[in-house]
């Protein structure tokens, strides 16, 4: 069963950082395109953040991160991280870790923008106050 576990949401104050962590398990971690979505009540899931499984490990970054945050992963401990600083209170949202299986060229960008089969956590709680 592929469980995925986010971690590292808080209440922080504008301009300051927080490190999310998502811990995956019963999936092939390394052989899978992992990324972060954040949603807010009334709006739809948006993605911020996406990191390809394939050797070069590019990334693809939402226009409003604006080289604010950073998507990493850690295949031998299964972890994909999220290291977000300069943080605005826009950035207030219940974040997503999200996992697919892409074979395909540009795995990054289509986990961004292309709808597929999946895997989901239960999203952290981020909130900046001004």
């Known amino acids: 069963q592929v469980q995925l576990v986010e971690s590292g949401g808080a209440l922080v104050q504008a301009g300051g950082s927080l490190r999310l962590s998502c811990a995956a398990s019963?999936?092939?971690?390394?052989?899978?395109?992992m990324g972060w979505f954040r949603q807010v009540p009334g709006k739809e899931r948006e993605f911020v953040a996406t990191?390809?499984?394939?050797?070069?490990?590019?990334?693809y970054y939402s226009g409003f991160v604006e080289g604010r945050f950073t998507i990493s992963r850690d295949d031998a401990e299964n972890t994909l991280y999220l290291q977000m600083s300069s943080l605005k209170p826009d950035d207030t949202a219940l974040y997503y870790c999200?996992?697919?299986?892409?074979?395909?060229?540009?795995?990054?960008?289509?986990?961004?923008?292309?709808?597929?089969?999946?895997?989901w956590g239960q999203g952290t709680q981020v909130t900046v106050s001004s």
């Open positions: 999200a996992a697919r299986f892409i074979y395909l060229e540009d795995d990054e960008i289509r986990l961004a923008h292309e709808k597929g089969d999946d895997y």
């Open positions: 019963g999936l092939t971690f390394s052989s899978y395109t």
């Open positions: 990191i390809s499984w394939r050797k070069h490990r590019n990334t």
